[in-house]
């Protein structure tokens, strides 16, 4: 307010006054002040300076919001694509830290929740995927093969992605560290890998542990105990642990283990089931690495019938699960004359395998740069280190393997059965499982296989090149063709 001046004062400031005939009263002038109009329009200010911030603050959070939804969905292929894959090889020109670091930082956003997962679109028809492996049903016949998550340490990370299965591994009885480094290269020219691994792993004690800490924390979060996860009172599958998901846990021989001593090589097998098959829907025992020596010997098909009938024992023995894992053999793309596989499907019928891989890398070289293409000098490089390749060149191979198993193994199951056409249901129930990995790229290639007479298609290099929302996208494409 202002200060009212006094009569003293009015002296070198004369205040207004009435006539002298009423200076009898005189009245002082109060002049006017806007003490009154500025209150009012700084209480305006304020509103509307509270309107912008909580406007500012909404259109903040609307953006990072959906920004989030944007980054940590699988369906932004720009992103998980075309940005993070290319800048992962140009960051790290080894792929086995490029590796290391993409799943480091996956493992750092799932913990803060920030990291991808598939979304499904409001009001989405139900899926035309929905198949069923080993008696269950499945959201999709999409899967993702040993080798991304070789102890275990990303296996929801990885369901989140979309895959119907996930196989974590492979897993040896003590830990070991593989081969030395460098081990794994790139082919960007085929979009293809060459490694030499030589089943690097923490050991079946240690993926054991984790895996159980892993349903520990699921049957805290629904209520349940973990003996009601592993029997199959939460009503999801026991290694997944999520309805319309398998998870697939592969094992195999320390390299040290004298692959000519049959009984320490199951030894070496059956440590790993009795750790490891109590948290696996599915256990696959590794005979196709080309990087431990000795291995594929195991595929002649008395050592394989030994070695698989140790190991379906042994998980059938599984306690405290209910009910106990199926069992699969991982087979060579390699091993493919005709008599080489029908041994393998003997060994697989006797001792009562539920189902075959096929397959894995490919120690041969020969085919794999199609007519036309030109490597660069490095890539050549790349192609001619020793160990085993993957890629998209490896996809007919896969195809003409999945037609022939399919063939062979329900002929012996049928002449197992009898052949009569009475037998025929006998012989259907007796039909081995069948999942196809090695080259598949897209929803084309991946019905091929199906339709070839596999249940599920595997992925594995594609991921390292088409990043996070691989699985989407091949998914997408299957489901605009069936």
Do not use: W
Not at 385 to 393: C, D, H, M, Q, R
Not at 438 to 455: C, D, F, K, P
Request: include cysteine; charged fraction near 25%; charge should be positive.
């Amino acid at each position: 307010m202002l200060a009212m001046p006094t009569l003293r004062q009015s002296a070198c400031h004369r205040l207004p006054t009435r006539p002298r005939a009423a200076q009898g009263h005189l009245r002082t002038y109060t002049p006017k002040t806007t003490a009154r109009f500025t209150s009012s329009s700084s209480g305006g200010s304020v509103g509307l300076g509270r309107a912008k911030a909580a406007l500012y603050a909404t259109t903040l959070a609307a953006t990072g919001y959906v920004g989030y939804l944007y980054v940590t969905d699988t369906r932004a292929s720009l992103l998980h694509q075309h940005i993070v894959p290319p800048l992962l090889r140009t960051l790290f020109p080894d792929a086995e830290d490029a590796h290391h670091t993409g799943s480091g930082v996956l493992q750092f956003l799932y913990e803060a929740n920030l990291h991808p997962r598939e979304r499904q679109p409001r009001h989405a028809e139900p899926s035309k995927l929905t198949t069923e492996v080993f008696g269950a049903a499945i959201d999709n016949p999409v899967g993702i093969s040993a080798g991304l998550d070789k102890d275990g340490q990303m296996t929801d990370i990885l369901f989140g992605l979309g895959a119907g299965v996930v196989e974590v591994g492979g897993i040896t009885p003590l830990a070991q560290a593989g081969n030395e480094r460098p081990r794994c290269f790139r082919v960007p020219g085929l979009d293809g890998l060459v490694n030499r691994y030589g089943l690097n792993s923490q050991g079946a004690d240690a993926v054991a542990q984790r895996l159980r800490t892993r349903v520990r924390r699921f049957a805290r979060e629904i209520g349940a105990t973990e003996e009601e996860v592993l029997n199959g009172e939460a009503r999801v599958p026991p290694g997944s642990l999520a309805e319309g998901r398998l998870l697939a846990v592969q094992i195999a021989k320390n390299k040290e283990t004298d692959e000519k001593d049959q009984a320490a090589v199951a030894a070496d097998y059956v440590y790993c089931v009795n750790r490891l098959a109590r948290y696996a829907d599915i256990v696959v025992v590794n005979v196709s690495s080309p990087n431990t020596p000795g291995l594929r010997d195991l595929q002649a098909t008395e050592p394989l019938t030994r070695l698989l009938t140790a190991v379906v024992e042994a998980a059938r023995r599984t306690e405290g699960r209910r009910p106990p894992p199926k069992v699969m053999v991982k087979v060579s793309p390699d091993e493919d004359d005709d008599a080489q596989m029908a041994g393998v499907v003997e060994a697989v019928h006797r001792s009562g395998v539920d189902g075959v891989i096929v397959g894995n890398t490919t120690k041969r070289r020969t085919g794999i740069v199609p007519e036309g293409v030109s490597l660069s000098a490095k890539d050549r490089r790349s192609l001619g280190e020793t160990g085993g390749y993957s890629g998209p060149a490896m996809f007919s191979r896969t195809l003409d393997l999945v037609g022939r198993y399919r063939k062979m193994m329900d002929a012996y199951a049928l002449e197992a059965a009898g052949a009569a056409e009475a037998d025929a249901a006998k012989a259907d129930a007796a039909r081995k499982t069948l999942f196809a990995t090695g080259g598949i790229t897209n929803g084309e290639q991946a019905l091929q296989v199906l339709n070839a007479g596999a249940s599920v298609a595997m992925v594995y290099t594609t991921m390292v090149y088409g990043g996070a929302g691989t699985i989407t996208r091949i998914k997408g494409e299957m489901e605009k063709r069936v």
